[in-house]
Every structure is written in C-alpha cells, then in structure tokens.
C-alpha cells in the first residue's frame, strides 16, 4: 500500500487514518519526520520509511518520543519543515521541550501529531493530549477522518510555519485506523539546506531570556487565533440559526452527522465543527451560540472545548444553554460511537434514533467472553516467566515480578498469570528498585524487553546500581519492538529505512554500569533458565546490586516471515495420545497452539500454529509431546 | 449489478487474529468505491497477532458519516469464525439483517484452561439458529472450501464470495473478486479467484446447510 504515498496526479485512494497522515506529511513539505512507535499511531512513520529513500526525506525511529520530539525540533529550527509521531503516553515524555519550544517558537514548521486512544484500546491510561498544547500554549488542531486528517497535515504545517509555533495535531484511535477515501493533492517534496540559526537570547533559554520571550508566545497564539476564525480551521452546517446547535470536532463529528442524517435533521440542526481548538476561536463560537437556544458539545475524553465554550458564553451574556459533560449528558471518557451520540442526541431532541432499538440479538451477543489475549505460539516470552515462576517455586518464595510496556504484558494474563504490574515504559525497573530500597524481602524481579529497555529502562538501571537494589533486571530482548509491528529497536541491527545499525546489546550496557551478574540465555532452556535466574536472585542477594539476565532469542512472527519467504515451515510438535495423562500442564503455559479434547482427556496441538519451540514437551511429566514426522 | 445509489448498506467482517478481516474488508472497501459509493471502514485489530477478535466494519452507500455501524443497522454479519459471529449479532438489523457464518468454532486457550467458557459448537448453531429465520442464515464450511480452493488461509475470501451471492451487498461479483485480486499477494491470485467462486456457488445453489 505505500505505494500510494509517493502518486501523482487526481486520484482518489481508499486509506487508513495513519497511512492518509504519512500522504499529508509528503503534501505538507515535511523533510524531517520522527516517531517512535505505539498504537494507535504507528503506521505513520511506517509507511512513510517506505519511501522515505526515494522521496528524499529524512525519518528515523527514535529511541522515545522526547529524543523524537527533540530531533524534529531541532530539524524545525535549522529550517526544515519537521514532523514527530507519537501515541498518548509519549506524548507525556515530551511536555520539557515542547514548552520551551512554544517559547522560542521554530523558523519552518513543526507538526507534533499525537494519537489518542479514549477506549483505550492498548493503552494503561487514557489522557486528553489536547491539554499538552493548552499548557504549554501552542495551537491544537483535530481531524475528524482519514481525508481531513490528510489535508490537516498540510494546512498545520502552513500554520506552524507562518506562525512560527509548534502545533500539535491530535487525533484518536478510531481516526487512526479507520479506512476513507482520500483525494490525493500535490506533493510537495522539499530539498531545504538546514540552517541552524545562532541566537542565544532565543535558543539559549536561561531564565532572563525565557523572561522576555514569553510574552512573544502570547502574541502568536493571538495571532493564531483570528486564522482559526476561518474555514478550513472552522466549518459551519446545516442552517443558519436553529433551537438545538451541535459544536463537534474529531470522530464525533461524524457520528452526529450520521444520526442527523438518519433523523432527517440535516436541515434542521446547524453544526459548528471545531478544527482549530486551541486558542478556540471566539468571534464564530459566540455568533454560533446566539443563533440557537441550546447547544451539545461533543468531543471525546475532557471537556476541553465545551469549558471554552461555557466561557465565552458566559463573558458575553449569551444565555444559551450548553449541554455536554458538564451536564452529565455525555462522559469524560471513554471512546465514543454512534449508538452512544444517537442516545443522548435523541434524548436531548426527543426523537427515536434507529439505533436504540434493541433485539434479542443483543443477548446472544453478550454471552459470547472475551477472548484473552496470548503471547503468540513459540513466543520466545513463555519461556522467559516460566524459568522466573519455576525459580520462584524452587527456592520457596512468592518473588515479585515488575513488568513493564509490550506483547510481555500478555503475560499477566490467565493462565500465564506471571506479572504483578505494569505502568509505563520503564516502570519495571524503577519501581522494582524501589520496592527492596523500601525494605521488600521477597526477591524482586523486573521484567523488561529490549526496545523499553533503551527507551525508559536505562535510567532506572543506574539509578538501581548507585542505590545498591538488589534486584534481578530480566530483559527480554527479541530483536524487535514487537507488540507495534515489529519496528527496528536498538537491538534490531537496521534502522527505519533498513541501513544497517550497530546491534547494541542490554548485556554489554550492564558490563558498562558495572554490574556484577550479567548473564545471557535461551529461553527455549527452561532447565537451563531456570538455574540462571535462582543464579541471578542469589547474586543480587549477596552483592547488593542488581543482577542481569539477557534472555535473547529473536520474535517468532519475524523468525517464521523469514522460514516462510524460503518456503519452509517449521516442524510442528504432536501429542502422542497414548502417553498423555490429561494433566493440562502443556496447557498451563498458556501457548494458543495447544488445545484440549474434554471427551478424550487428551491435549493436542494445531499442526498449523505450533512452531516447534518444544516449550510444551520440555514441561510435560509424561514425554507425550515429541516432534512430528 | 445494483445501481451505486444506494442509501446505506453495512456489513460487519469478524473473525480471531490470521483469518484475514482486514484483507477481506479492504476488498470490499475497494470494489465499493470503485462502483461509486462512499466508503467507511472501522477495523479493530490491536491484538490480532495475540489470538484476539478482529473485526471491520464497511459502510457503502451515498451518505454513510461514522465508521463504525451503529447497533440494528448491519444489512449482514459475516462471521469468519461462530462465536465471533455471534458476538456481533446485535449489531444486525433486526428485521432483515443476515448472517454468513463459517462453521467453526476456535476456541480461545483461556477456554480450555477453564478461565473463560465458550459454548459447544451445536449449542452455539442453535442459538444463532433459533434467533434467525432460516433464509437469513447461510452456514458455510469455508474451511473446507478454502482447501479444496488449494489454501486454506483463503477462508476470508470465501466468505466473501458467500456474502456476494446473498445479494445482500451493491457491487457484482465480478467487480468484487477483480478487487480481491488487487489486495491478495501477487502468487496467490489464482487459489484466491478459485476460493471465492465456491463460496459463492456454495450460497448461489443453495448448498449451505
């Protein structure tokens, strides 16, 4: 499909959210595009590091969004038209220099697009972004499709670029990865000489000179504010004056749309789309608010425009009333849909929306469980937690197991069981460290894989080594950041456009920071494993310092793409039934390739799935799983 | 072939990680736009590789918004897989939606480790029988059919041919199986034109069960 990305001439193309970004960025004239990856938001820099080479411009998979963000400001400042990608949660890593950045403002334009996940749907928490734009005071700008997210790309970048400010472009999950068709417009492939500009009372932001750029922050976002009060930033529909009013942005737009449409309301309830939300622009809001009586605010997570628009209303004297979350009317988090805009607006109208009609089809629907999440067949994890649980119940103890940020979090699920946390990227480490500094007595271990270990981890590991945490550090290091679509990490040895990287490897960091345990291993070993990770409890026990297993072995999705591109495939295992006793300890690993004849008391193995890591067999007591053929 | 005005016409992909709903609901995407309608996809598939549900929503039709299809407006369900059929049956018009199911069931591991219990798979075709008239339940053993296609990974496709024949969609089947072949890998045209034609002859001379 990236094929796309790099076409000319009218065309109308059926594209994702995320791939119709990568198009803006190549419309917008962006030179300079960073990222690092997390759901929803990694098919930008995806696709665009597929034809990044021949478009000529720069991308890289940063080591985290602040080194990201950091990298594309920079690239702003010499004069590049610059883009940075991220989900949410890194969003939160950038908030240092994005607010120094609003105070010294870019020479060529600066995107940072931010992908919202309100459900969420792989996420551990679920923040409004918009407010990183409103602290630091940048423009916020919102798409409410693939198409307008396309063209959002370019008219931002113009913004930024006139206005010398950062913008943040914030989007949500059901945009990212929803499919529209996109009219493609002009390339624009910039080949800017970077400049980078000598200018210490801007740039080298000490205190005096942050004091007297500050104001100059505020000035611009006047400035941006009067360009907000024009189309495209703001789009008004419907009539012209009504007695209910809708002020939308992002997807629930379009879910409005849908219900008026279904109501025969088009006509009748005008509608003010808010692209630009931040500064909001008040001239349209107030003249939108005195020609209806009442208004919905709908937007998805925090109120952040209906609080805005419950001001000007209230500054102005216009009594309109104004009713969203504030209300009670709507939630303040949560992912929105059409059934739930459909109830409240027909609530609200008093009309009977379609949709509400239930059935008995919504019984059979809900009786169906959620399927849970597993490591994948022959993930290389599996046998990582149960060498860590088989060392736990060897010396008798319930350690503690610190996990932290990828596909390893699948391993807090039944019937794995074998995670006790998971925060944020890094996390693992840190608050292991932390839970022996407090006094723990169980052993403690934290888990961490290798693209979270170079993004977050680093620092919590000195942190452990200088504090003296007697702690075990295992990182799972499978080669890739997987739990995203498998993008280069550190260990990955290519970068985003597939030059070749230095591999750099957890266990030679730890050499560096002086640590006295540091072993690598299989984990398709659990013996062997096993006895490494009672090692490594014992060491950090009588040392005081943290010891390091590496358990390495590459990602088996990325092991099989390789097998399969040769046209081989692995040799599956198979269970010898007259040998199986019924015991489901090969269930209990948790491996989706295996399954379990009730009527037969018998396991079994899908041929199709299995990959021949052996996982099973090396825990059945029997010897009833042996390779096939 | 229909005419591209139409108002509205939904159909729900839904099937476990690998069985191709994404390839699916781009066909149909594709072949929607190419007759001329809007198009609206919604496609959940974070866990995909993680033996989780996925599912796609399409929307066809002149004035179609939101992508994702509102509860009671699916004009069909397609279950690549029953209980994930099962688990989008509400979003099925009540009066005359339909429901393209493959016959099989895959259970999720938590099931037989007792952490989650999903019915047998008679039980399971009863329910979803005794909720549908007869002549809004097509039952397809895609497994089957996709092998003797000469792939088994053709299951989506299959489907695909199968929901075709109900007439229940605005683009002919000729115009659908041309946009399989621009999304389907370059080797594995031929197995993927074969697999959609005997769903489709399955469903078109009644043969479902």
């Known amino acids: 499909m990236a094929a796309i990305l790099l076409e000319e001439g009218e065309k109308v193309a059926l594209m994702m959210g995320n791939e119709a970004i990568a198009r803006g960025a190549l419309e917008a004239g962006a030179q300079f595009v960073t990222a690092y990856p997390g759901t929803p938001s990694s098919e930008v820099l995806a696709n665009l590091s597929r034809v990044a080479s021949k478009a000529g411009i720069y991308v890289e998979w940063s080591t985290n969004e602040k080194v990201a963000f950091e990298a594309a400001y920079s690239a702003a400042l010499a004069g590049l038209r610059s883009m940075t990608v991220m989900k ?445 990770v009672v090692e490594a409890i014992r060491s950090a026990e009588s040392s005081g310092l943290p010891a390091v297993l590496v358990f390495r072995a590459e990602c088996t999705l990325q092991v099989l793409r390789r097998l399969r591109k040769k046209g081989l495939r692995p040799r599956p295992m198979t269970v010898n039934p007259s040998a199986c006793v019924g015991c489901k300890e090969c269930i209990k690993t948790g491996c989706p390739a295996l399954g379990f004849d009730e009527e037969l008391n018998k396991a079994f193995i899908y041929g199709g799935k299995c990959t021949g890591c052996t996982i099973c067999a090396q825990v059945c007591p029997t010897g009833a799983i042996v390779r096939e053929g | 072939m229909a005419s591209a005005k139409v108002d509205e016409v939904n159909v729900v992909l839904a099937g476990v990680g690998g069985q191709g709903v994404v390839v699916a609901s781009d066909a149909l995407g594709l072949a929607a736009m190419k007759a001329g309608l809007n198009v609206r996809i919604a496609n959940v598939h974070g866990l995909a590789q993680r033996e989780g549900s996925v599912y796609s929503h399409v929307r066809m039709g002149s004035a179609v918004y939101s992508p994702k299809i509102p509860p009671g407006r699916a004009n069909a369900v397609v279950g690549f897989e029953m209980s994930e059929a099962a688990r989008h049956l509400r979003l099925l018009k009540p009066d005359d939606g339909i429901l393209v199911v493959n016959n099989a069931l895959m259970y999720p591991l938590a099931h037989f480790t007792g952490h989650v219990r999903y019915p047998g798979r008679e039980d399971l075709l009863e329910v979803l029988e005794s909720r549908l008239e007869p002549e809004r339940i097509y039952v397809i053993d895609a497994a089957s059919l996709a092998i003797r296609a000469g792939n088994p990974r053709t299951v989506n496709v299959v489907m695909l041919g199968a929901l075709s024949a109900t007439g229940v969609i605005p683009i002919g089947p000729d115009e659908l199986v041309e946009a399989v072949k621009a999304r389907v890998p370059k080797f594995a045209l031929e197995e993927n034109e074969r697999a959609f034609w005997m769903g489709y002859n399955e469903v078109s001379r009644g043969e479902t069960t």
């Open chain 1, 88 to 532: 949410h949660l890194g969003a939160h890593w950038i908030l240092d220099p994005l607010a120094v950045a609003a105070i010294t403002g870019v020479d060529a334009g600066l995107v940072i697009v931010s992908a919202d996940d309100p459900h969420p749907h792989s996420s551990q928490s679920s923040v409004d972004t918009r407010f990183h734009g409103r602290i630091v005071n940048i423009p916020v700008v919102e798409p409410s499709d693939p198409a307008e997210a396309k063209d959002l790309i370019v008219w931002a970048m113009d913004l930024s670029e006139d206005m010398k400010t950062p913008v943040l472009f914030r989007y949500t999950a059901a945009v990212a990865h929803s499919k529209a068709p996109v009219r493609l417009g002009p390339l624009r492939l910039e080949k800017r000489k970077p400049n980078f500009p000598k200018d210490h009372p801007r740039l080298v932001s000490i205190a005096p000179h942050a004091r007297a750029n500050i104001p100059k922050l505020f000035e611009r976002l006047e400035r941006v504010e009067k360009v907000f009060e024009d189309e495209p930033f703001v789009q008004r529909f419907g009539p012209d004056s009504g007695v209910w009013g809708l002020i939308t942005t992002g997807v629930p737009h379009n879910y409005a749309m849908d219900v008026l449409a279904a109501e025969g309301l088009l006509e009748k309830v005008p509608v003010l789309k808010l692209i630009g939300q931040y500064p909001i622009p008040e001239e349209p809001v107030l003249d939108f608010l005195r020609s209806v009586d009442k208004v919905v605010v709908l937007e998805e997570l925090e109120p952040f425009l209906e609080d805005q628009v419950i001001r000007i209303a209230e500054l102005n004297g216009v009594g309109v009333e104004v009713y969203g979350k504030n209300t009670g009317h709507l939630p303040r988090y949560g992912e929105y849909s059409p059934e739930l805009v459909g109830r409240v607006l027909s609530d609200l109208f008093d009309v009977n929306y379609p949709a509400l009609t239930l059935t008995t089809l919504d019984e059979v629907s809900s009786s169906v469980g959620r399927r849970i999440p597993q490591m994948c067949a022959g993930c290389p994890h599996r046998g990582s937690y149960l060498s860590i649980k088989a060392a736990f119940a060897r010396l008798g103890v319930d350690g503690l197991v610190f996990g932290d940020r990828g596909c390893y979090n699948q391993g807090s699920n039944p019937p794995l069981d074998a995670i006790d946390t998971c925060i944020a990227m890094g996390s693992s480490i840190a608050m292991a460290a932390a839970a022996k500094k407090a006094g723990e007595t169980r052993p403690v271990v934290a888990v961490i894989g290798d693209s979270t270990f170079f993004h977050g981890g680093l620092p919590a590991l000195v942190n452990a080594v200088v504090n003296r945490a007697p702690i075990v550090v295992a990182v799972f290091d499978n080669r890739w950041t997987c739990m995203t679509g498998h993008q280069p990490s550190p260990t990955s040895g290519v970068n985003a456009i597939g030059d070749q990287a230095p591999v750099l490897k957890p266990e030679d960091v730890a050499k560096a920071f002086q640590i006295p345990f540091v072993r690598v291993l299989s984990p398709y070993n659990l013996k062997a494993a096993e006895e490494a």
